[in-house]
């Protein structure tokens, strides 16, 4: 088959931003080392274009949610440095963990028996502090079957590190409390916003995600965390409409004079949501350009009256500071990396 023509979206990975954010946040994580969360294919952003970059930064652990991930890393690291947040939930997954070598994190006592008959071996082990997620409840901790795993990292997860509250404290209690208790490797915390409450936090590794592809959640990272992710999409029709013509689906836009417009090739399917409705806009050299109407799913209107020389094939930048995206959006900031469609990252 012939070799499929350039495509009309794109996705530009900023990798020396990428690199930059990883070392802010090790460097942020005090005497703890900072690892790095690549699951959902590292948030959206592509596993084969950031991974490598991550390792080379000086990430040496790594975090993905499903086994299914596991190849994909393994590619770029070794197989036993990688945690799968989900556990054994089968003798599959057993099996599957014993044959690459990729570390079990242990979230109930079923998955801590189903390691252990399995041959045991290093794993890691969550405790639920308080966001009542995967993770050992503290009052099962003294089950014998604990006594029996061969824990390289004990892990809990903050609820609200985003937010300045009782529940911060409240869960650093609940996991201090625990951590005597169980015989491990090493202790591991908090996440990007965690990072940001201090040394208390910090423990041995830390577990940076958002933060790492471009996003922050507390002032205390705005200086730090640089964008990564730009995704592009070209114009592919360009059009005169008449005042009073309506564009899109609903006729939701009514043209209040005549306008040159220009159709994008972006659409829900790529993750522009319909969210973006009304309040969204594409760019080409410092001019906005408002999405007119509805979201489609493979294309957008916009309104070309202050870029009057665009023509088909030229390419506009979407605006993806994810902070600014989320606030314009109402789209959460993690929501706006995982959802970018596969067509932005085919090429």
């Known amino acids: 088959m012939a070799d499929a023509p350039p495509p009309s979206l794109r996705l530009k990975i900023d990798r020396d931003a990428l690199a930059a954010n990883w070392r802010a946040l090790n460097r942020l994580s005090g005497q703890a080392s900072a690892g790095a969360a690549v699951k959902a294919d590292c948030y959206g952003l592509g596993v084969a274009q950031c991974l490598p970059v991550l390792r080379d930064a000086g990430a040496q652990q790594f975090f993905v949610a499903h086994w299914c991930e596991v190849a994909a890393?393994?590619?770029h690291v070794p197989a036993?440095?990688?945690?799968?947040?989900?556990g054994p939930l089968t003798d599959a997954d057993a099996a599957?963990?014993?044959?690459?070598?990729?570390?079990?994190?242990?979230?109930?006592?079923?998955?801590?028996?189903?390691?252990?008959?399995?041959?045991?071996?290093?794993?890691?082990?969550?405790?639920?502090?308080?966001?009542n997620r995967l993770g050992?409840?503290?009052?099962?901790?003294g089950d014998p079957l604990v006594a029996q795993l061969d824990v390289r990292t004990l892990m809990s997860h903050l609820a609200s590190a985003d937010e300045d509250g009782p529940k911060n404290v409240q869960q650093l209690a609940a996991f201090q409390a625990v951590i005597p208790?169980?015989?491990?490797?090493?202790?591991?915390?908090?996440?990007?916003?965690?990072?940001?409450l201090g040394p208390d936090y910090h423990f041995d590794l830390t577990r940076p995600g958002l933060s790492l592809y471009g996003g922050w959640q507390r002032p205390e990272l705005a200086s730090e965390i640089r964008q990564v992710a730009y995704p592009e999409a070209a114009i592919?029709?360009?059009?005169?409409?008449?005042?009073?013509?309506?564009?899109?689906?609903?006729?939701?836009?009514?043209?209040?004079?005549?306008?040159?417009?220009?159709?994008?090739?972006?659409?829900?399917?790529?993750?522009?949501?319909?969210h973006w409705r009304e309040v969204?806009?594409?760019?080409?050299?410092?001019?906005?350009?408002?999405?007119?109407?509805?979201?489609?799913?493979?294309?957008?209107?916009?309104?070309?009256?202050d870029a009057p020389d665009l023509s088909e094939g030229d390419w506009l930048s979407v605006p993806y500071s994810l902070p600014d995206a989320a606030q314009q959006s109402g789209i959460p900031q993690y929501e706006l990396l995982t959802v970018l469609g596969q067509r932005l990252k085919s090429r």
């Open 73 to 75: 890393v393994a590619r």
């Open 80 to 86: 036993s440095s990688i945690s799968v947040l989900h």
């Open 96 to 131: 599957y963990a014993r044959a690459t070598g990729a570390i079990p994190t242990i979230n109930s006592l079923a998955q801590a028996k189903r390691w252990v008959e399995s041959g045991g071996g290093p794993c890691d082990l969550m405790i639920d502090s308080g966001i």
């Open 136 to 141: 050992l409840s503290p009052h099962e901790v």
């Open 181 to 196: 208790l169980i015989k491990h490797g090493q202790v591991s915390f908090a996440n990007s916003a965690g990072i940001a």
């Open 236 to 274: 592919i029709q360009t059009r005169q409409i008449v005042a009073g013509e309506s564009v899109g689906y609903n006729a939701t836009f009514i043209a209040p004079r005549d306008m040159r417009v220009g159709v994008a090739s972006l659409g829900y399917a790529d993750g522009y949501l319909h």
């Open 280 to 305: 969204g806009a594409l760019e080409h050299n410092g001019h906005r350009l408002p999405v007119l109407g509805k979201v489609s799913m493979d294309m957008i209107v916009i309104d070309l009256s």
